[in-house]
């Protein structure tokens, strides 16, 4: 299973594997302070898509696509994060405050899609 959640908020046991999956480390958290298995930097939308998107619901659809795309061009950067949720649950760290248009449910909706057989 694969779930998301605001780097702000505390671990939890059913979290499995957590994984920080934003390009800029999110402000005012220690890194010495998270408790993650890895920053994914690369898995997150690029400076470009980021600004475009400006967390805008209405291009909600429209960034999905162009980060889904994204994707697409670094299978490389996103296969182990794949393989570690086939294995276990993963949690998709987060900084925005929108909880419901950010690159972490994107990722965690183009993820779900790729792990079908």
Do not use: I
């Not at 400076?47 to 994707?71: I, M, Q, S, V």
């Not at 649950?89 to 057989?117: C, F, G, I, M, Q």
């Amino acid at each position: 299973m694969v779930k998301v959640k605001r780097v702000y908020q505390p671990p939890a046991p059913q979290d499995g594997a957590r994984f920080l999956v934003e390009r800029l480390w999110p402000r005012g958290v220690k890194k010495e302070s998270l408790k993650s298995d890895g920053w994914l930097k690369d898995l997150g939308a690029s400076d470009t898509l980021r600004r475009w998107f400006a967390h805008d619901p209405g291009k909600w659809d429209a960034f999905c696509r162009r980060d889904w795309a994204e994707l697409d061009a670094q299978k490389e950067a996103w296969h182990s994060l794949q393989e570690a949720a086939r294995r276990g649950d993963v949690t998709l760290l987060y900084s925005a405050r929108d909880t419901a248009h950010n690159n972490a449910v994107a990722l965690k909706a183009y993820l779900e899609r790729h792990l079908t057989p």
